[in-house]
């Protein structure tokens, strides 16, 4: 499996049996659009400053399946992430979330991690999902890193938070580990080591808070 983005491998690890996010699941697609923002801060085409965001720089070659979420950002000076978020979420419509998520998919169809799904009432119908392997790969990545004591990489918190938060961890991990996971998640924000691991886990708190305000606003989830 090729290198994937926090977007790409957020997305393995969430995607329902019929291989989407469901528009009901608030928390996940939220968390979707803070992974979209991440990965573009992290190539440098958008800039955080604290509740704002807005287009610094093109769009990478590498993260152009984020185009949707770029173009909604691109505004021409800085918006509120609770606007992006109010623009995928609170809408009376799904479209841009859907085109969203059809961009994400289609750059998984690309890195060869989506296989074969029978969906609908009756599984009659031909559906693509992410492999097993792709999301063992990826629940295997954050085991390795942060219940094994092993070098911690910006992705891997960035990706452990951003799941934790989405309520999905414990999808993929025992009650105990799920524990372990948020006590050690907890440990590098307090630690002193590891400046920019302790900023990245601090940084998803802070995006989340912000982002999930707005959808427990304005659904009531």
Not at 1 to 26: F, H, P, R
Not at 144 to 173: Q, T
Request: net charge negative; charged share 30%; glycine share 8%.
């Amino acid at each position: 499996m090729e290198n994937l983005t926090i977007t790409q491998e957020y997305y393995i690890c969430v995607a329902n049996d019929k291989g989407t996010i469901s528009v009901y699941d608030y928390k996940a697609a939220t968390c979707l659009i803070a992974a979209g923002v991440l990965d573009m801060s992290l190539e440098n085409c958008v800039g955080i400053d604290g509740k704002t965001v807005e287009v610094t720089g093109k769009l990478p070659d590498n993260i152009a399946f984020l185009r949707p979420l770029y173009d909604t950002i691109d505004q021409g000076k800085a918006i509120k992430l609770s606007k992006v978020v109010e623009s995928y979420i609170a809408s009376f419509s799904d479209k841009k979330l859907k085109e969203l998520i059809g961009s994400v998919v289609t750059s998984l169809e690309g890195a060869g991690v989506m296989e074969s799904v029978k969906t609908g009432i009756f599984k009659s119908k031909e559906g693509r999902a992410p492999s097993q392997a792709s999301v063992n790969g990826v629940v295997e990545k954050i085991r390795a890193e942060i219940l094994e004591d092993g070098e911690l990489s910006d992705e891997a918190v960035a990706l452990a938070a951003l799941l934790d938060r989405a309520g999905k961890l414990k999808d993929y991990f025992s009650k105990y580990e799920h524990k372990e996971l948020r006590a050690r998640l907890t440990d590098i924000k307090k630690s002193e080591a590891g400046k920019s691991v302790k900023e990245m886990a601090d940084y998803i708190d802070g995006l989340m808070a912000s982002m999930l305000a707005v959808v427990t606003t304005t659904t009531g989830a």
